[in-house]
């Protein structure tokens, strides 16, 4: 029993460690990635802030459904999934003060029967808001209705 034990933490000893520093370094590449990201949208934000009365707000993107489904199916726009699901806009204070959601354009569910993922782009807020994103993935949960 103590030999099989042994034998766990000492076979292939360099296997292990290979595989030890191939993930450490993997998590180092991720996490510098991810600060990356960060970076560039404070740049981003840095560079348009300073011009005077703009700010920044960040806003839920909601589908716009068009059509209907084929015969028996429904879509719960709840269940809509949209990635990313926020957006940064930039703008006037007057502009975005009473602004809660930006929206994508219309997707087609005309004749549709199963899920489905759509690349879609949001609709323009208004001259003079600047969008972070223009491209969202649009997954439109058609189900079966109940009887």
């Given amino acids: 029993m ?5 034998n766990i933490f000492t076979k292939h000893i360099g296997l292990k ?3 030890l520093v191939l993930a450490l ?5 991720i996490v510098n990635e991810l ?3 960060n970076e560039e949208e ?5 560079r348009m802030l300073p011009q005077e009365g703009l700010v920044a707000k960040k806003l839920t993107i909601r589908p716009i459904f068009l059509g209907r489904p084929r015969s028996g199916f429904t879509v719960d726009p709840r269940k809509a ?8 806009v930039v703008g006037t204070k007057d502009l975005l003060g009473k602004i ?26 208004a001259p003079g808001i600047y969008m972070e ?14 009887p």
Wanted: some cysteine.
């Fill in 2 to 6: 103590l030999d099989s034990i042994r």
């Fill in 17 to 19: 460690i290979t595989a």
């Fill in 25 to 29: 370094a993997l998590w180092f590449y």
């Fill in 35 to 37: 600060n990356k990201g």
């Fill in 42 to 46: 404070r740049q981003f934000l840095n």
């Fill in 81 to 88: 999934i949209v990635v990313p699901e926020y957006c940064i």
């Fill in 100 to 125: 809660r959601y930006a929206y994508t354009m219309p997707v087609d569910l005309n004749g549709a029967s199963k899920p489905f993922a759509k690349s879609v782009a949001l609709n323009p807020i």
């Fill in 133 to 146: 994103e223009t491209f969202v993935e649009v997954t439109a949960p058609v189900e079966k209705s109940n």
